[in-house]
């Protein structure tokens, strides 16, 4: 029904879209970002967020700060409009917004897993979770003695069952590599967003299935650069490849067989959308491979909110706030070990 969402739309999501789109007028401009890269210490920093959103939550924190108290308490507004609006949201957006933080779930158990094969404590491993990856029962999966009880747990009280219950067996957790373990989640929880989003129809379809196309685009990319030299064999890395997206099926064909970056770079040059991103680089590298994805990501996500009557401004401007604390914990990091010549590195302006 895409072209009539503007007669229902605005009964249960106007409020929302209204609320998200204010918040992403506060989002940090390039003059922020130049007068942050200016900043001496972390008070400087400190000192010109409290002209923006961000002043409420760091005009009480003692000097001398911690670049890890800056993100914190950024993070913590993140997580404050994303409760006020699930709060607010009816379905299908509630549950739309739910998925949005499955990926820090994931995150989170694949840590707390990492952890208990390690024998780490409970209340650190707690403590480094992403506060939107929560869930109610996080804490019970810290306490398992075993692989066999954590995946129990996981299928039993986790949102992530389906994911786990399809991709993973409780043998595969005890000799699965944690980043496959990790990807192998990461791909059926895509392909189940995707499937969700086409459902929805209309406008939230086909604006999300850029975005999500992008990032399975992305993670394929990563993933084949990853495994270069390593004991990951062409099936395996095929199978962690999400089955929709710009690549989806000849590009996953051919970087299932690379075998080096410039391999790679050939097979991303013959899709017009991705040569752009890989100009920017020069032959043989990739290290600002990931800023000139975040660049398109951003670019794309932006133009998300130049459509109305969608669900995908809510998972634009999630993307752009935590865009935006990867930006400023980079340039805190930089003025904290007085490394100021690197500040402009990988930052990735939003406006």
């Known amino acids: 029904m895409y072209g009539f969402e503007a007669l229902t739309f605005n009964i249960h999501g106007g409020y929302l879209e209204a609320i998200v789109r204010g918040h992403r ?193 992305r993670r394929a990319v990563n993933i084949t650069i990853n495994s270069i030299g390593t004991e990951l064999t062409r099936d395996d890395r095929r199978k962690l490849y999400s089955s929709f997206g710009l690549l989806y099926p000849y590009g996953h064909e051919e970087l299932a067989i690379c075998e080096d970056i410039d391999q790679v770079r050939g097979v991303m040059e013959k899709y017009p959308p991705y040569q752009s991103i890989f100009a920017k680089l020069s032959y043989g590298e990739s290290q600002m491979l990931d800023k000139a994805f975040y660049e398109e990501e951003v670019k794309r996500l932006c133009l998300a909110f130049e459509q109305q009557f969608h669900y995908g401004v809510f998972f634009a401007y999630m993307r752009l706030r935590e865009q935006e604390i990867r930006n400023l914990m980079w340039i805190s990091e930089c003025v904290a070990q007085n490394q100021k010549s690197r500040v402009h590195d990988s930052v990735v302006f939003i406006f």
């Open 25 to 217: 007028a506060g989002l940090l401009t390039a003059a922020d970002y130049n007068n942050l890269c200016q900043c001496e210490t972390l008070d400087d920093i400190k000192m010109h967020l409290s002209a923006t959103e961000y002043a409420p939550y760091l005009q009480n924190e003692p000097s001398p700060l911690h670049t890890t108290t800056i993100v914190e308490k950024c993070t913590l507004k993140l997580v404050d409009e994303y409760k006020h609006m699930l709060c607010q949201a009816t379905e299908p957006l509630s549950t739309f917004l739910e998925y949005i933080t499955y990926g820090h779930m994931i995150d989170n158990v694949v840590l707390i897993v990492t952890g208990t094969l390690h024998e780490r404590d409970v209340q650190e491993l707690l403590e480094k979770c992403h506060p939107l990856g929560m869930f109610d029962s996080i804490a019970t999966l810290a306490v398992a003695q075993n692989m066999r009880e954590l995946y129990r747990l996981v299928l039993v009280d986790t949102p992530l069952a389906p994911y786990f219950s399809e991709c993973i067996t409780s043998e595969d957790l005890d000799d699965m590599n944690i980043e496959i373990m990790r990807n192998t989640l990461y791909k059926a929880y895509l392909e189940d967003f995707y499937k969700f989003c086409q459902k929805l129809g209309g406008a939230t379809a086909e604006i999300m299935s850029d975005l999500l196309a992008f990032e399975a685009d």
